[in-house]
């Protein structure tokens, strides 16, 4: 039988649109001219279904993984995508069609898949150990070849990670470690854990640690700072037991706080103390570190989200669940166990990012894709990004137009830069009604002086999810990168 074509789902089309193919591209156009000392890699992920979705509704965050890689050197850029040839994909491959309910729901699997992992490597690229590593929080990482983008295998670190591993694991940039976690949920319904990793620069697991949490929660990411990993415990339940009888598997419960697990870096479960918040969605944080012994985190968050339904089915819209730049405040010596929250700028934003190399150190200024006049901005668009300065309050503010659909901006360091500004700042960007898509080069101090350079890709990449840029003179690049081709 013939493959059919998607189904409707505002996460299926337009600039969603799965592309569904693979391409060498060696050397393409570019309006503008790349600066000289801007030269390494820029990877991204993202959600790309194969096969139409058997399930009714569809998830943006279901697809199968489709890794990006824009080669750059010498002011040309090479491009190659394939997709994460997952045992789930290799299954449905063999199939000729989709098997797995949305989210891996047992409810709506097909009996042909059991027995194999729910898999999608769907979210965040990464370079560590030497290795390229594409991540999802629900299964262990999955390594690629950071050249050709060929899959090796599920990585498993000589078996310390077998169940899940998180989709934003922390390189602290000072030591070459990766901190991580994976959330662990028993089956028959009893409490939810967390595995607490530390892998060293060689990509060898030097700690691990096992940490019970609250209640099983969908933890996107979590905080590291020189000292303190902070484990953030939101009102986004995961239940099997609710979703096996019909209801979501992901439900916003917002009868819950949240709840922050502050533990020593080198602690243990004893030494965990939890802090509380008010109800709070929040996915994705610029930065973390200490000041003055207090724990100064800078994160998107929302009142609640439009991502899933709360525990009843209902879903609230875009509008009312917007996310912006806040700051949340914890004291690991103080004798109450609230947590701070300031706004730092209240424009609907989605991936807030740093110069990754201050991860775990202060730093001044965060990137991100922002929303100034789509409705919808997951499904729509968002149609700018914005650069603020945490300090002064100041902002950078460029916006591709109405329809427009930019994804995360990523600060990519020129060769030998060290300041956090000294650089350039990168986002691919789908114009309303384009059979294009644009890699955008900005100067990292100047968005609102418009783009330096437009990489043309020809054909529509659909939105996705999380990028990074390697310089070709960072340790992590040469570790992976340095061998011939």
Known sequence: MATTDFRASPFLAGHHRPSRMEVDAPDLFIDGELPADLAGVFYRNGAEPLYPPTDEDYHWFDGDGM???????????????????????????????RLFGVHGNPATTDPLAEGTRYNTANTNIILHGGKLLALMEGAPPVELDPRTLDTIGEQHYGGVVTTTFSAHPTVDHDNGELVNIGTIARRGGTAAEIRYDIIDFAGQPIKTETIPMPHHSMMHTFFVTENYVVFPVTPLDVSIRRAMSGGPIVAWDGNRPTKLG?????????????????????????????????????VAAA???????????RWRSHRDSVQSLRRWTID????????????????????????DRLMTRPSRFVFANSNLHSVEGRIDGMDAVLRVDTRSGDEDLYHFGDGAAA??????????????????????????GAAET???????????????????????????????????????????LSREP
């Not at 009142?303 to 709360?310: A, K, N, R, V």
């Not at 103080?334 to 700028?345: C, K, Q, Y």
Request: net charge negative.
């Open 332 to 355: 690991p010596a103080a004798a109450t166990d609230v947590v701070r929250e300031d706004t730092l700028d209240d424009h609907d934003i989605q991936f807030p990012r740093p110069d």
């Open 438 to 480: 644009e890699l955008v080069v900005f100067d990292a101090a100047d968005l609102s002086g418009g783009p330096l350079a437009r990489v043309r890709i020809p054909f529509a990449i659909p939105s996705g999810f999380h990028c990074n840029y390697y310089s070709a003179d960072s340790p992590l690049y040469r570790q992976a």
């Open 407 to 432: 994804g995360e901006l990523i600060f990519a360091p020129r060769l030998g830069g060290t300041d956090e500004l000294d650089g350039y700042a990168l986002t691919l960007v789908h114009r309303a």
């Open 67 to 97: 890794v990006y890689a824009f080669f750059i050197d010498n002011g040309r850029v090479a491009l190659r995508n394939r997709w994460v040839r997952t045992d789930k994909l290799l299954l449905e491959m063999k199939a000729g069609r």
């Open 262 to 298: 502050v533990m020593p870096r080198r602690g243990t479960a004893a030494d965990v103390r939890w802090f509380e918040a008010e109800p709070r969605h929040m996915m994705h944080q610029a930065n973390v570190w200490e000041d003055e012994g207090r724990i100064v985190a800078d």
């Open 303 to 313: 009142e609640g989200t439009s991502l899933f339904p709360d525990t009843k089915g």
